[in-house]
């Protein structure tokens, strides 16, 4: 009986703890999007949305451990990281600086609220399924990266409960290459642990992040997208130590 309760009463403490995460990112998410709204310059809501996505792990007490973050050059820059949870892009806006531009996967236009904040932080949208509009928006993330913009990208695109890394997209590396940017390896870990794929409550845990040195492109290098591509997955998956999930 001993054994049940104890049982009973972590299981319920582990609930609350879920509850008062989902509270503490809605209150942020509303405080967000104020900020988005009221603030008048893109630097502005950038900063603001980047504190409280610090805010979140903060009153989660979800400790942060951050490696290498000198790694990302002054310099316009790609950075692209493994994705294994619903938080992974809270974790970048918290740790990456202001600079970067999140580029997101289309099907958020349809959420009203978040369409409406990812537009006011400057975010990007990118077509995953219709070829002629991935072309069209592979054109726009090129034409940005030559402009010098800053890119965040998930190049696996997606997540799902399987642990392990998936199969890269290459339009995060063919804008690397086209627009002559270093691309910077970055490797999320912990996060699935905290609010895997087949979850809605999170629970307690720690998250490490690790800036892997970044990659250059510039003059002269005679690598394709594809090439590059299998590079930096090599890295994040090296650094990552979980299963390929290419490999049958």
């Known amino acids: 009986m001993g054994y049940l309760k104890m049982k009973f009463h972590s299981k319920l403490l582990s609930k609350i703890y879920g509850i008062y995460i989902i509270i503490v990112f809605l209150v942020c998410s509303i405080f ?49 990281a493994n994705h294994a949870s619903y938080i992974d892009g809270i974790i970048l806006h918290a740790v990456l600086p202001v600079k970067f531009t999140f580029v997101i996967k289309s099907e958020m236009k349809n959420v009203p609220l ?22 069209r928006d592979a054109r726009k993330l090129i034409k940005a990266g030559a402009e010098g913009e800053s ?53 307690k845990g720690a998250l490490k992040i690790k800036v892997l040195k970044s990659i250059n492109t510039k003059d002269g290098t005679k690598m394709s ?15 990552l130590d979980e299963p390929d999930l290419l490999v049958k």
Not at 50 to 68: H, P, Q, T
Not at 114 to 134: C, D, H, I, M
């Open 114 to 135: 978040a369409n409406f904040l990812f537009k006011r932080v400057g975010s990007r949208y990118v077509e995953r399924f219709k070829p002629k509009g991935t072309y």
């Open 151 to 203: 890119l965040a990208i998930f190049p696996e695109g997606t997540f799902t409960e399987k642990k392990g890394l998936d199969k890269f997209r290459t339009g995060a590396f063919l804008t690397a290459i086209k627009s002559n940017m270093p691309i910077v390896p970055l490797v999320i870990q912990g996060s699935r642990e905290i609010l895997p794929a087949n979850k809605y409550l999170p629970v």
């Open 225 to 239: 997208s594809k090439e590059l591509k299998d590079i930096v997955r090599k890295k994040i998956l090296d650094t």
């Open 32 to 80: 967000s999007l104020v900020g988005a709204f009221v603030l008048p310059t893109l630097k502005l809501r950038r900063i603001w949305v980047r504190k409280m996505a610090n805010s979140v792990f903060f009153l989660s007490r979800i400790k942060l451990e951050i490696e290498g973050l000198n790694n990302i050059p002054n310099e316009h820059t790609i950075i692209v």
